[in-house]
């Protein structure tokens, strides 16, 4: 049984920084690739994403003050967030493309759930 389980988040004034993390747990082969979501009020959007290589991708909205990275022993992805704006006030999800075999394909597991409200 896969879990993925969330940390992180909270409240912080604009300008501020907070980390996500996102770990994974349970019998799998590999995680091709690792990403955050955002859901704000009628509005979903893919934040960044990082492969098993290394390879990151971000919106447009967050380059340059967000980072994704990973610690590929602890099957752990994290977001570090800084000079956090109004407007990255949303629920973040991480997610997780997972494989339990080496000949499988993968199948997409979903973190809880943080929500990061950036106010003053």
């Known amino acids: 049984q896969v879990q993925v389980v969330e940390s992180g988040g909270g409240l912080v004034q604009p300008g501020g920084s907070l980390r996500l993390s996102c770990a994974a747990s349970?019998?799998?082969?590999?995680?091709?690739?690792m990403g955050w979501d955002r859901q704000a009020p009628g509005q979903r959007e893919l934040v960044a994403t990082i492969t098993n290589g290394g390879d990151t991708n971000y919106a447009s909205s967050v380059k340059g003050r967000f980072t994704i990275s990973k610690d590929n022993a602890k099957n752990t992805v994290f977001l570090t967030m800084n000079n956090l704006k109004p407007e990255d006030t949303a629920l973040y999800y991480c997610?997780?493309?997972?494989?339990?075999?080496?000949?499988?394909?993968?199948?997409?597991?979903w973190g809880q759930g943080t929500q990061v409200t950036v106010s003053s």
């Open positions: 997610n997780m493309r997972i494989r339990s075999s080496w000949y499988s394909t993968s199948t997409t597991y």
């Open positions: 349970g019998r799998f082969y590999d995680i091709p690739l």
